[in-house]
């Protein structure tokens, strides 16, 4: 089984420019994760996505930072414009759990490094 | 505010030494409690606890919950150099089925 692919591995940018991510989850999970990991910390949930739909976005900075899932499958996660406090790692994870009882188990992509200059 | 503390954030040990890991948390509707292990790359799954006292064991491994205390502990018996990296607790909501991460605590074996 194919694991979560993420694309580029490694970013780096100036402040104030823009950049994008990409994910493509294990097939057929329906739901798929953005999680930003600074230095030192633990993965910050920015995004859930069920499908096409948007579960949680509550800690996802809005004014610079989208999302999208259009059909489904893969998503995209944007950041314009960049600040150097955005330095991380951007994992995306997926789950095949849809508001059932059973174990929700995340399978993790390898994740992209932004710096920021 | 939903809060996982893990502690501590740091530890060094020797090879054959035996370590506990330690995880509360302040979460709302909670579902289940996860132990990922974080070497360079992406998180990988180690354990899912859901119900109190029931230990969960995978070799070296082990790790239980307490869910009128709110924590939980990962032990790891015999460490060997392999078992270094970050060890990341997570813990499930009901409310949307995601997940709020703990700071890890970063495990560094020496031989």
């Known amino acids: 089984e194919a694991g979560v692919a993420q694309s580029p591995r490694y970013k780096i940018i100036e402040k104030r420019q823009s950049v994008a991510f990409w994910c493509n989850p294990i097939?057929?999970?329906?739901?798929l994760y953005w999680y930003q990991q600074i230095l030192g910390q633990g993965p910050k949930l920015l995004i859930q996505?069920?499908?096409?739909?948007?579960?949680?976005d509550s800690q996802l900075p809005k004014d610079r930072f989208s999302a999208e899932r259009l059909k489904g499958v893969d998503s995209t996660l944007k950041i314009q414009p960049a600040k150097l406090e955005d330095s991380a790692v951007y994992l995306c994870?997926?789950?095949?759990?849809?508001?059932?009882?059973?174990?929700?188990?995340?399978?993790f992509g390898p994740g992209t490094r932004l710096t920021v200059l | 505010e939903d809060k996982v503390v893990q502690s501590p954030l740091s530890l060094v040990v020797h090879e054959g030494d035996t370590v506990t890991l330690n995880c509360s948390y302040e979460?709302?509707?909670?579902?289940?409690l996860l132990w990922y292990k974080q070497e360079k790359k992406a998180p990988t799954f180690l354990f899912m606890l859901?119900?109190?006292?029931i230990e969960k064991k995978s070799g070296r491994l082990s790790s239980i919950l307490d869910k009128k205390e709110l924590f939980s502990i990962l032990n790891i018996t015999a460490t060997q150099t392999g078992d270094s990296a970050v060890y990341l607790c997570?813990?499930?909501?009901?409310?949307?089925?995601?997940?709020?991460f703990g700071p890890g605590t970063r495990l560094s074996v020496l031989p």
């Open positions: 994870a997926s789950s095949s759990i849809s508001g059932s009882l059973s174990y929700n188990e995340q399978f």
């Open positions: 097939s057929g999970h329906a739901t």
């Open positions: 996505f069920q499908n096409n739909g948007v579960v949680d």
């Open positions: 979460v709302t509707n909670f579902r289940s």
């Open positions: 859901t119900s109190s006292g």
């Open positions: 997570a813990v499930e909501r009901n409310y949307g089925q995601n997940f709020v």
